[in-house]
């Protein structure tokens, strides 16, 4: 059984700027969800995908966007980037329903 | 609004004594509880949840929770500690899908758990 897989692990952006995180699901998940967690604080929800839509968000701007593929892997977008951006972005892929949050060891995003 | 405090940043304990670290929330309807560990950059790792039945859960690496409902609370323990448990720790909950919570999970400030020699 694969665990869930992130890349890059660390990236440095300019503010203004563009970037795209990558998440490999675990196998058998269908839904993955992403999430925020800026240094000393918990992991905060920023959307969910489910079947390639997205079907549940957090209080986040439009700037933040994503993609799920049908081979259950996603991506993050995150357009013109703010200094407060820089946090570790979680993905966590789970079965639709109860059971089973498997997070990825995360992106570590620093902007300048 | 829903929530989930975790009222101390960090707890100290000896080697070999009981730990609990706290954790109480305010989500409406029958929500699904979890704890998670995370070491120095690392993701979130499982250690155990709560959905429904025995109000004592048993998880991963010796940890037990307690869940109680009339005080909304969802204390972890550990009967005793190992220095390799020092680490945050998260309370999570995820609202029951009844109030719309599909899979979000609202987590916990954390609690850093250190255990000295």
């Known amino acids: 059984e694969t665990g869930v897989t992130q890349s890059p692990t660390h990236l440095i952006k300019t503010r203004g700027q563009q970037v795209t995180l990558r998440c490999s699901s675990q196998?058998?998940?269908?839904?993955v969800s992403w999430y925020q967690q800026a240094l000393g604080q918990g992991p905060q929800f920023i959307f969910q995908?489910?079947?390639?839509?997205?079907?549940g968000r957090g209080n986040f701007p439009p700037r933040f966007s994503g993609l799920q593929f049908p081979n259950y892997s996603s991506e993050l977008n995150v357009n013109a980037l703010e200094l407060d951006d820089s946090a570790l972005y979680l993905c966590a892929s789970s079965p639709l329903d109860r059971d089973g949050y498997t997070f990825g060891s995360g992106t570590r995003l620093t902007v300048v | 609004a829903q929530s989930v405090a975790q009222p101390e940043d960090q707890v100290n304990v000896a080697e070999g004594n009981p730990l609990t670290v706290k954790c109480t929330y305010s989500?409406?309807?029958?929500?699904?509880l979890f704890w998670y560990v995370q070491y120095p950059n690392r993701g979130l790792q499982f250690l155990l949840k709560?959905?429904?039945?025995?109000?004592l859960v048993k998880g991963s690496y010796g940890f037990e929770a307690e869940f109680n409902k009339s005080q909304t609370s969802f204390h972890l323990k550990k009967p005793s500690a190992l220095v390799s448990d020092s680490a945050l720790y998260f309370c999570?909950?995820?609202?029951?899908?009844?109030?719309?919570?599909?899979?979000?999970?609202?987590f916990g400030a954390g609690t850093r758990l250190a255990v000295h020699p």
């Open positions: 995908y489910y079947r390639e839509e997205e079907n």
């Open positions: 989500v409406s309807g029958n929500p699904y």
């Open positions: 709560y959905i429904t039945g025995d109000n």
């Open positions: 999570a909950v995820r609202p029951s899908w009844s109030t719309g919570g599909y899979n979000k999970l609202i």
């Open positions: 196998s058998g998940h269908n839904t």
